[in-house]
């Protein structure tokens, strides 16, 4: 029954997820290449990379991605979310294209600037659209799945990526790119661009699809006292009322502190972290079980939800995040003095860091990205969700980027510093984020204005 009833929002969730799988595999994609592009036999590149080139090419993307989400968050509103991610679908189409013919670091860094350009299309629409075409009680279990597929395309990278070439690793990206972009023509576009549109025929027309009929007054309530169609009143309202501004507050907030929290790091350089740590688990292995456990985290999180809700699980996933960082940190310390502790606790990195990843995908790294697609109002959502994703981006980026020159300072340090970022992300939870389980988006609204 439950799959009859929403079997087209199902259908339509899968497509779009096929994006974010996309999205996991380019940025994992740093893991299994780095590596290869040291190795003379197996790299494209006439010769190595120094520290900064490779912590280039993970954070790159964030450069082109920064203004491609505002670009993006105009298109939405005046050309649709479909269209724009049509668009987004093939220009990550491009980027795998470009990757598969680099011969020098050159053309590499110019596939991957052009992947944070794909990545910034569907950073902002995927979450905008799926929040706008489901049904208020499946609304959060959809968006908190687009942790578990991203995390997918992570694992399928980290766990295929080191054993084929790097030829074999963009070809697979291109071959999957091809569908979403078909699977991209398949989708119709959401009934709240139509509703900014001032179209009500189309609206219950896409609602008829989505077998949502009976949501028709909802949607309409999204958008009742005024329907804006000019940019600088979209980004007015952003900031002037009262929901906007505190939903741009708490999620922005929020999803910066997750990108500062050493998510993004750990996941580009994990192999050289478990260099690092001197960890008896092989590399490669340590991260597919990493990856596997990323999965089961994200995975288990739409169960709960719904259920213990949004805060809960939030406070959770950080508290346990800061405990496992700072233990990190001890490690890393007791290594850095050469205490003979060290030699019997080399299984300490790899489950350590099952218990940050497996409590992190279970709700602080699922959870920011469903807030967003709740918080703003329908004509601001797009523009509310480039504005958070611009500052996380920002924010990966500059982490990623000073990574290995933050290692000099010792690896204890930085992970620490990782630890003291979940703690702020804990507080900022207890004190400012509001629980949104089991409400509509007008209620949300409603209740953010108070």
Known sequence: MF??????????????????????????????????????????????????????????????????????SWFANYKGRKPGLII??????????????????????IGRLVTGLGLSFGGVLTTVYLGEITSTNIRGIVLTGLGIIQTLGSLFMVAVGPYVSYAVICYIGLIISAIYVIAMFLIPESPVFYVLKDDETKVQTVLKILNRESAIQEVVDLNKNKVVTNAKEDWKELFTLKCNRMGLFVTATIMALHYVS???????????????????????????????????????????????????????STAICCISMTLFGVYFYLSHIESPIVEHIKWLPLTLLIIFFLSNNMGFGTIPSTLTGEMFSCNVRSKGTAVVIAISWICG???????????TLGAHFVFWFFAFTCCLAFLFTVFFVPETKGKSLVEIQEMLSK
């Open 3 to 72: 799959i009859l009833r929403y079997q087209s929002q199902i259908f339509i969730t899968i497509c779009v997820y096929i994006g974010q799988m996309l999205a996991g595999y380019l940025l994992s994609w740093t893991a299994p290449v780095v590596p290869k592009l040291e190795d003379p036999s197996q790299s494209p590149l006439s010769r190595s990379l120094n520290d900064v080139e490779k912590s280039l090419l993970a954070s790159v993307i964030y450069i082109t991605g920064f203004p491609g989400v505002f670009f993006t």
């Open 88 to 109: 987004g679908a093939f220009v990550i189409l491009i980027s795998f294209l470009i990757l598969v013919l680099a011969t020098n670091f050159t053309t590499l860094l």
């Open 262 to 316: 050493g998510i993004l790091v750990i996941s580009f350089f994990v192999t050289t972290i478990f260099q690092a740590a001197g960890s008896s688990i092989e590399p490669n292995v340590a991260s597919i079980i990493i990856g596997c456990t990323q999965l089961v985290g994200s995975s288990l999180a739409p169960f709960f939800i719904e259920r213990s809700g949004r805060r809960i699980l939030l406070l959770i």
């Open 397 to 407: 980026f500059t982490v990623t980027t000073l990574f290995n020159s933050m290692l």
